[in-house]
């Protein structure tokens, strides 16, 4: 079956500092979502990216749907207390079929 | 708030139980999902809704499950006789889909502690 590799696992990271991740996938995706999800809440949706090279932003967030179609990544600039949680992404191959979600990245940030 | 909404937020049930929950999705969406999630996971697909029908089930919603969606509008996900390992959080999901385009968003999750 279809499935999503995040990566990194964990980050740890200083206020101010920009955060990178990453999602792979085995197969072609027509839509990349991602998502942040915090302790005990439902993920709340970030970007939805629809085109293959689409490069989207959202405040400080930036994701970008990689043009082989099989990866995407977000970035976090100048990241904040608030942005502590855990980022997943999420693919979908058509209309008809399930999202697949990633294993998440937990983002951590030092004051 | 026009959200995608749950109920309960929290369940604690005795093993061998039936517990059921109830998700609202946004008003205009036709499509309606459940998923379950566990620690250190991503959200797993259990079963989606076009409306009233049930279009899909992964393999993970054994027959102890049942979900409905009678009227198309809010859905319930049912578990009868709970093991200790049906504890997770349980998540709803709707959307709209516009053409080729889809975008899922979620309610707070329902959390199952089987004991």
């Known amino acids: 079956g279809q499935q999503l590799n995040q990566s990194p696992q964990s980050m740890f990271i200083q206020e101010g500092e920009d955060v990178s991740m990453n999602c792979t996938s085995s197969s072609i995706f027509n839509t990349w979502l991602w998502y942040k999800q915090d302790p005990g809440e439902g993920p709340v949706l970030l970007i939805a990216l629809y085109k293959a090279g689409e490069l989207t932003s959202n405040g400080r967030l930036t994701a970008q749907f990689g043009i082989t179609r099989k990866d995407s990544f977000l970035n976090i600039s100048a990241s904040i207390p608030s942005d502590v949680g855990i980022y997943f992404c999420?693919?979908?191959?058509?209309?008809?079929?399930?999202?697949?979600f990633g294993k998440g990245t937990r983002l951590s940030v030092i004051a | 708030d026009t959200g995608v909404s749950q109920n309960p937020r929290h369940k604690i049930t005795k093993r061998g139980q039936n517990v059921t929950f109830r998700c609202d999705p946004i008003?205009?969406?036709?499509?309606l999902y459940w998923y379950r999630q566990t620690l250190g996971q991503g959200p797993e697909f259990l079963t989606y809704?076009?409306?009233?029908?049930?279009?899909?089930k992964s393999r993970l919603l054994s027959d102890r499950f049942s979900a409905e969606r009678p009227k198309g509008s809010f859905s319930t996900l049912e578990i009868q006789r709970t093991e200790q390992g049906d504890s997770a959080m349980y998540l709803c999901?709707?959307?709209?889909?516009?053409?080729?385009?889809?975008?899922?968003?979620f309610g707070p999750g329902t959390r199952l502690l089987v004991l």
């Open positions: 999901a709707s959307s709209l889909v516009r053409g080729e385009q889809e975008t899922q968003y």
């Open positions: 999420a693919g979908l191959d058509s209309g008809n079929t399930p999202l697949v």
């Open positions: 809704f076009q409306n009233e029908a049930q279009l899909e």
């Open positions: 008003s205009e969406h036709n499509r």
